[in-house]
């Protein structure tokens, strides 16, 4: 019943004969103003690549962002995201009672404090061979990479092998 900011949105059709949709969304409908504090990745479903899409659960709790999920060379599906896990709500809160528009926008008060950018946010791949979940444990693809996300663009090979692209703060 209310609004929700979202970023992205990756698309691949499942087994299932749907289409699938990894996006990140902003917890308690703040804006996207709040993606370090707030951004988590849901899974959405619909019957055309186009939409409209209905959201199906939480794949990835605060803080996740910018998923990628690509086909691997044996059907699994493989996400790339960027990851700071560590809670199921968000730090700031666009939906109080008797405060704000709870319209997917961001106001004064909203976020207790200001985000502390010296928090550092790693690069995770995961898979699953059902786009409806069981996700393997995120592994880190950078261990000694410290900064922030990397916006990683991935595409796995039919031989199994990674071509990607990323930015390096």
Not at 113 to 125: A, I, K
Request: charged letters at 15%.
């Amino acid at each position: 019943g209310h609004n929700t900011s979202s970023w992205g949105g990756a698309v691949l059709k499942g087994p299932d004969g749907h289409y699938h949709m990894w996006a990140a969304e902003m917890t308690e409908h703040c804006g996207i103003g709040t993606w370090q504090q707030n951004s988590r990745v849901i899974h959405a479903i619909s019957a055309t690549p186009g939409g409209s899409y209905t959201r199906q659960g939480v794949t990835w709790k605060v803080f996740s962002h910018e998923p990628e999920v690509v086909p691997g060379p044996d059907g699994e599906f493989i996400m790339f995201f960027t990851a700071d896990l560590r809670s199921d709500h968000g730090e700031c809160n666009c939906c109080r009672p008797d405060h704000g528009p709870c319209d997917g926008s961001t106001g004064a008060g909203d976020c207790p404090q200001l985000f502390s950018s010296t928090r550092g946010s790693n690069s995770y791949m995961s898979w699953t061979m059902d786009p409806n979940g069981n996700w393997s444990q995120p592994v880190k693809l950078f261990p000694n990479y410290i900064g922030s996300d990397t916006n990683f663009a991935p595409i796995v090979l039919k031989n199994g092998s990674l071509v990607a692209m990323w930015r390096h703060w």
